[in-house]
């Protein structure tokens, strides 16, 4: 029986090539389209979920009070994780995780500036999930010790065996480290950037540790990751440490540790959760997200009504073939699975095409959306399942309305193609749904397109053509500086070097000024860059009142600030220059 549905079906796509070829061509792009936004969507959804036990670890955020509002921080002191976990039993496991660096390193006769060195408590190992090649979980126990990903072992290495060799870092005044274990790398979804792990404690060497560990500021404190019991109550938990982080916090001038307050974030909501101070992690963004989701749902309706509508005009054409069928004797649940096999066909043939294209244009795609998307990422489980149930919904609801249909309709009326499929206002009613969500898709994209066009053209204040930056080694000796800046000006077609402590859209400090304001000092936190003379010249910021800093003004140094117009009206200067 299913043999003959087979050849009916293939018959009528034979006969009627350009009808098939428009199901065929438009399902194809839309499942395309679909396959793109799943796997964009459940990459983004699966941070950190390959954790072990990922249901029961968070990060230990902070709130304090600044310039009138708290503001919250990816960072604690680095006392309140052995406080926490001494006097909490909720705690299982605890580790303090540094941000990833870049570091030059040295071996043998080569040299590596390398990004991906994280410092962390030995206990790391029992919070985050790691899979040891060599080595096992106490691989930090010793201060003096590394642990390596397998591809950077291999940049470094080569083919050597690198267990117990001994890397130096230059960085650190060629401070020696040995090889203790190899970890496989990270996968794409963690929100840290990890490429080999050192001890913490070795920070110590450097001075890096601020004096008093249970200080409130930046400067020292770092991320802290808790594992939690299984059915621990993270409110309560809270509850109950606030009060005794309060009480072992250093109190100064101003006073922070009165509101001071910590709260937990879960690891895996890290990635998409809003921004906030010192969260120095990998990041998306979950409108993006929501916003992708929307349109599959929209490419999804599109793909479907298209099709639907097409077998109305396709169906009406048949309706003679039908009602003859019918007079032969044929039921309506055979007529119906006739169209849900021609259906299945199209769908199938469909799904097959949008992985070959989905292959062949992936390296675009991805360059485009997320350079650490892999198209074998569309072979997990998840991916898999998601588009295993995108797929049969399109079948379902492309073949119910016209297998229904028809199947309902009496021999005597497809005869005489008297209330066939084509002439209800069904088909006008979803033909006006695909118009109205193809329009709402093309103002969207002209908007976007607007958007675009703005950030590309628009004047940001500063020069950003002929302009390039170069990263100064960690820790680079500041009185090298003047020297590099020096030999890069008599470069041939170089106009202008100058330094500065950031990038002009790469971050900046936050520390506490005195602010003159009606008459009055005002404490307030500022957000701060440092450079030198020469960096409005060569980025071309213009001076809008007052003077750019003087290098034969020795006062400048320490004595002379210039701040934007956001700070002038935030602090409701009329006349800036001298204030």
């Known amino acids: 029986m299913l043999q003959n549905y087979l050849k009916t079906a293939f018959r009528h796509i034979l006969k009627s090539k350009v009808n098939f070829l428009f199901k065929l061509g438009g399902l194809t792009l839309a499942l395309s389209g679909l396959l793109v936004i799943v796997l964009y969507v459940s990459y983004h959804l699966s941070f950190d979920k390959y954790h072990e036990d990922y249901e029961n670890i968070y990060r230990v955020n902070a709130r304090w009070m600044e310039n009138g509002s708290l503001a919250s921080y990816a960072i604690v002191p680095t006392a309140v994780g052995p406080a926490l976990k001494e006097a909490f039993p909720e705690i299982r496991s605890f580790a303090r995780v540094g941000y990833s660096t870049y570091y030059l390193i040295k071996y043998k006769e080569r040299s590596f500036r390398i990004h991906g060195f994280v410092n962390a408590d030995s206990t790391v190992f029992d919070v985050l999930t790691f899979d040891f090649i060599r080595g096992d979980r106490h691989a930090l126990d010793n201060p003096r010790s590394i642990v390596l990903t397998k591809s950077l072992a291999l940049q470094i290495f080569g083919d050597e065996d690198p267990m117990n060799k001994t890397i130096s870092f230059t960085d650190r005044s060629d401070q020696a480290y040995q090889v203790s274990a190899i970890i496989a790398d990270p996968p794409a979804h963690s929100h840290l950037e990890v490429r080999a792990l050192l001890s913490l404690h070795a920070l110590t060497d450097g001075g890096d540790l601020p004096v008093d560990p249970w200080e409130i500021g930046i400067d020292g404190s770092g991320p802290l990751y808790v594992r939690l019991h299984e059915g621990a109550d993270v409110q309560r938990f809270i509850s109950k440490a606030i009060p005794l982080l309060r009480k072992k916090l250093k109190s100064g001038a101003d006073r922070l540790e009165r509101n001071y307050e910590i709260y937990l974030q879960p690891i895996k909501d890290i990635h998409l959760d809003p921004w906030i101070y010192t969260d120095f992690t990998k990041k998306g963004n979950i409108t993006y997200v929501y916003v992708f989701s929307l349109l599959g749902v929209f490419l999804l309706l599109i793909a479907a009504i298209n099709y639907v509508n097409l077998s109305i005009a396709d169906f009406h054409q048949r309706s003679k073939e039908i009602g003859v069928r019918k007079v032969m004797g044929a039921r309506k649940r055979q007529v119906a699975f006739q169209v849900i096999v021609e259906t299945w066909i199209i769908c199938i043939a469909a799904s097959i095409l949008s992985f070959a294209i989905l292959y062949l244009f992936f390296p675009d795609v991805g360059q485009a959306l997320e350079s650490d998307l892999r198209f074998s990422m569309l072979f997990q489980p998840v991916v ?196």
């Not at 005489?416 to 103002?443: D, E, H, P």
């Not at 009606?518 to 980025?539: A, P, S």
């Not at 071309?540 to 009206?569: C, K, Q, T, Y």
């Open 384 to 579: 898999l399942s998601t588009v295993g149930l995108v797929i049969v919904f399109l079948m379902v609801i492309s073949a119910f309305y016209p297998a229904w249909h028809l199947a309902a309709n009496k021999p005597v009326n497809d005869m005489k193609a008297i209330g066939a499929v084509g002439r209800n206002s069904t088909g006008n009613v979803l033909l006006m749904i695909q118009f109205s969500i193809s329009v709402i898709c093309i103002c969207s994209t002209f908007v976007v397109g607007k958007q675009i066009h703005f950030f590309q053209t628009k004047d940001p204040g500063y020069n950003r053509e002929n302009t390039i930056v170069l990263y100064m080694p960690d820790r680079y000796p500041p009185e090298k500086i003047p020297v590099i800046k020096d030999e890069l000006s008599r470069v041939p077609g170089v106009d202008a070097v100058s330094y500065s402590t950031f990038r002009i859209v790469g971050g900046y400090y936050r520390d506490w000024y005195r602010v003159e304001i009606d008459g009055q000092m005002k404490r307030m936190l500022l957000n701060e860059v440092f450079f030198d003379h020469d960096f409005f010249r060569t980025m071309g910021i213009e001076v809008l009142d007052g003077r750019s800093f003087d290098p034969n003004n020795a006062g400048d140094a320490h004595a002379a600030f210039i701040v934007n117009e956001a700070a002038v009206r935030e602090f409701g200067w009329k006349d800036p220059v001298g204030k």
